[in-house]
């Protein structure tokens, strides 16, 4: 079973539309999440940290659940500058340090 | 200020040779991490230097792979007698702690022919 497991997609949807990426995740003993956002050909950028308890950030709204190790990305009001690849990043359970990065989701925002 | 940098931005290189890929984290980042990425896979952890003590070595795919920090500052990841399957992008990323964001360079592209 790979270490995160996410959709590789493309999700392709209008602008303005909702969409919501999910991520499952295979070390029980993560304890930090991220989701990370890839644009072609360059490097990854911090979209925004999960906490516990979920939270949102503008458009963007993250949730975790430890039960099911289980993380999502619901992005509202898409827009075009929202194309890009979300990586999904839980941390190593036994080093905080070292964080696992997903192979992405790849979403496409039209006109 | 300034972001993580990386030199060069590519390099092609034939079967056999060595390369050196250069990192320059950010000012007072004490961590750094170096990654591999192949063509549409995620990012593979190489190896993560903090501060003064060991580094970790785990993710290093082979012996003819090594890494080099002095302190705080530049780092380096060397590749001996590189092979096809090295070909990649290579991603350094540096950060105040390990609970905090990494912040990447835009990565160095390695093509072995």
């Known amino acids: 079973r790979k270490e995160v497991e996410q959709d590789p997609g493309p999700f392709n949807v209008p602008e303005g539309a909702t969409v919501a990426f999910n991520c499952t995740y295979s070390?029980?003993?993560?304890?930090?999440f991220f989701w990370y956002r890839q644009d072609c050909r360059k490097e990854p950028k911090l979209l925004m940290s999960?906490?516990?308890s979920g939270n949102e950030d503008g458009r963007f709204t993250a949730q975790l659940n430890r039960a099911s190790q289980y993380i999502s990305l619901l992005i509202r009001d898409s827009k075009l500058s929202d194309s890009a690849t979300y990586l999904c990043?839980?941390?190593?359970?036994?080093?905080?340090?070292?964080?696992?990065f997903g192979s992405g989701t790849r979403l496409l925002v039209r006109p | 200020g300034a972001g993580v940098s990386q030199s060069p931005s590519n390099k092609v290189t034939e079967k056999g040779k060595d390369v050196e890929l250069r990192c320059d984290p950010i000012?007072?980042?004490?961590?750094l991490y170096w990654y591999r990425q192949r063509l549409g896979q995620g990012l593979e952890f190489l190896i993560y230097?903090?501060?003064?003590?060991?580094?970790?070595k785990s993710g290093l795919p082979s012996d003819r792979f090594s890494a080099e920090r002095t302190g705080e500052s530049v780092s380096t990841l060397t590749i001996q007698r590189t092979q096809q399957e090295d070909s990649a992008v290579y991603l350094c990323?540096?950060?105040?702690?390990?609970?905090?964001?990494?912040?990447f360079g835009p990565g160095t592209r390695l093509t072995v022919t």
């Open positions: 990323a540096s950060t105040v702690g390990p609970a905090y964001e990494q912040y």
């Open positions: 070390n029980s003993a993560s304890q930090s």
């Open positions: 999960v906490y516990s």
């Open positions: 990043v839980p941390n190593a359970g036994d080093s905080s340090y070292k964080l696992i």
């Open positions: 000012s007072g980042h004490t961590a």
């Open positions: 230097f903090q501060g003064n003590s060991a580094p970790d």
